[in-house]
């Protein structure tokens, strides 16, 4: 159990839905990243936030977005759902307490199909 | 461009034997990397990670080698389990410019009894 912690585990919506996956960090972490990992792909990074701040951007869609509250977890949004958006997204969270451990822990992961 | 490559996409190896498993990066300015096992329906878990400043880190039965002028690592597993069998994924950083770690495609490994 790495201590992230996400739901919902699974979710099923249709095409243009907009959808709210959760992701509660490792106690005293203050960075929190998301990842979308398609069929056979690799974890295509999309976005990171630290103590509640945009830190870093990747390859999100403009559909999507998130956010981090002063409790410290974690939000992504998804909205205009497409079938292609079906994956597996996973949050992970790392830098306890500003110590500056790179190393990311991984929750389990929330699959999203779109149909 | 994939900027962290794992161009093997599966490895079968036999119970008690060396596993090696390979990533190469283009990107110069990396300077931290890392190893994580994946099994079916959970998460990535750190496995063991390497500096730019070393050439080599072990942790039990896991070894990471880097070779920054080849711009490649490999991690060895010895002896390999059948526990081991797992998709296993190279991430890169290239620290001095944040936490965005680039991650590889992954590759299979089986480990046969």
């Known amino acids: 159990d790495s201590g992230v912690t996400q739901t919902p585990k699974h979710l099923i919506t249709a095409t243009g839905q907009r959808v709210t996956l959760r992701c509660s960090p490792r106690s005293g972490d203050l960075s929190v990243y998301w990842y979308q990992q398609s069929l056979d792909q690799g974890l295509q990074f999309l976005i990171q936030y630290y103590n509640g701040e945009e830190r870093a951007k990747g390859n999100i869609l403009e559909r999507f977005s998130a956010q981090q509250f002063p409790d410290l977890h974690s939000e992504l949004n998804l909205s205009s759902l497409e079938l292609g958006d079906s994956a597996l997204y996973f949050c992970a969270s790392s830098d306890p307490s500003g110590t500056g451990s790179y190393e990311q822990y991984f929750g389990p992961g929330t699959r999203l199909t779109v149909t | ?113």
């Open chain 2, 1 to 113: 461009d994939q900027q962290v490559k794992q161009n093997s996409p599966s490895l079968s190896v036999q119970e008690g034997r060396i596993s090696i498993l390979n990533c190469d990066y283009t990107n110069s300015m990396f300077d931290y990397f890392l190893w994580y096992k994946k099994y079916p329906a959970e998460g990535p878990t750190f496995l063991i990670s390497i500096s730019s400043i070393k050439d080599k880190n072990e942790d039990g039965r896991f070894t990471v080698f880097l070779n920054k002028s080849a711009k490649h690592l490999s991690l060895h597993i010895v002896p390999s389990q059948p526990g081991d069998s797992a998709v296993y994924f190279c991430a890169a950083s290239a620290r001095n410019y944040g936490q965005n770690f680039v991650f590889g495609p992954g590759t299979r490994l089986s480990v046969l009894p």
